[in-house]
């Protein structure tokens, strides 16, 4: 490989795209709005997507197919894949698939940092990302319901993944909120204070 490449997601998408056949960059963030698959690859913003795929071409897993113009559209580039990509993605699938990694996710961190707030700020916020996380699941159970009478349980896994991530999150978020109305879990300023050791001199 002429670069090396540091895997994602959205790398892994665009090849696997590509191993479907050659494509231009709008119809893959297209077909993975179409399939579902923006749950749990992120292609909100275009330029991500083609600074992607410019990382990909000067790494040697894409090349370009050919370039095509459109009287009144600007002109389009179609890429393909190398067989070095084709090898690449499915070594980064198998070692996604099955070996954990240490992610650094917001919620964690924010956890992490509740002391910052107030019990009955933490408590607020927390109240409020419970229910946006069961309105969330309720849209996820009804995606299922109307895909699952039509494709196969295959094309939906990462949905019913999700909801059970989030179900289990919903549950935990709402132990913490009871455990702070009741007081079992509290805090204040002073509080904390006992648990910051002095400062010493280098």
Same mark, same amino acid.
């Given at each position: 490989?002429?670069?090396?490449?540091?895997?994602?997601?959205?790398? $892994?998408? %665009?090849?696997?795209?590509?191993?479907?056949?050659?494509?231009?960059?709008?119809?893959?963030?297209?077909?993975?709005?179409?399939?579902?698959?923006?749950?749990?690859?992120? %292609?909100?913003?275009?330029?991500?997507?083609?600074?992607?795929?410019?990382?990909?071409?000067?790494?040697?897993?894409?090349?370009?197919?050919?370039?095509?113009?459109?009287?009144?559209?600007?002109?389009?580039?179609?890429?393909?894949?190398?067989?070095?990509?084709?090898?690449?993605?499915?070594?980064?699938?198998?070692?996604? $698939?099955?070996?954990?990694?240490?992610?650094?996710?917001?919620?964690?961190?924010?956890?992490?940092?509740?002391?910052?707030?107030?019990?009955?700020?933490?408590?607020?916020?927390?109240?409020?990302?419970?229910?946006?996380?069961?309105?969330?699941?309720?849209?996820?159970?009804?995606?299922?319901?109307?895909?699952?009478?039509?494709?196969?349980? $295959?094309?939906?896994?990462?949905?019913?993944?999700?909801?059970?991530?989030?179900?289990?999150? $919903?549950?935990? %978020? =709402?132990?913490?909120?009871?455990?702070?109305? =009741?007081?079992?879990?509290?805090?204040?300023?002073?509080?904390?204070?006992?648990?910051?050791?002095?400062?010493?001199?280098?």
């Amino acid at each position: 490989m002429p670069r090396k490449f540091k895997r994602s997601p959205l790398a $892994l998408a %665009v090849l696997t795209l590509l191993m479907e056949a050659p494509m231009h960059p709008y119809r893959m963030q297209r077909l993975i709005k179409e399939r579902g698959k923006d749950q749990v690859i992120d %292609v909100r913003r275009r330029p991500s997507l083609y600074q992607t795929i410019r990382q990909l071409l000067r790494a040697g897993l894409i090349a370009i197919a050919k370039i095509g113009r459109q009287p009144g559209f600007p002109e389009r580039t179609t890429y393909r894949i190398t067989e070095e990509g084709r090898q690449v993605a499915i070594s980064w699938l198998r070692e996604m $698939l099955s070996t954990p990694t240490q992610e650094f996710p917001e919620f964690p961190a924010a956890v992490s940092l509740l002391p910052v707030l107030t019990p009955e700020d933490a408590r607020a916020q927390l109240d409020l990302r419970a229910r946006r996380l069961a309105d969330h699941i309720a849209a996820m159970e009804a995606e299922l319901q109307q895909y699952g009478a039509i494709l196969p349980r $295959l094309f939906l896994l990462e949905t019913e993944y999700m909801r059970r991530v989030e179900t289990a999150e $919903l549950e935990w %978020v =709402r132990s913490i909120i009871a455990d702070l109305e =009741r007081g079992k879990v509290t805090w204040s300023e002073a509080w904390i204070r006992g648990f910051i050791p002095p400062e010493t001199a280098d």
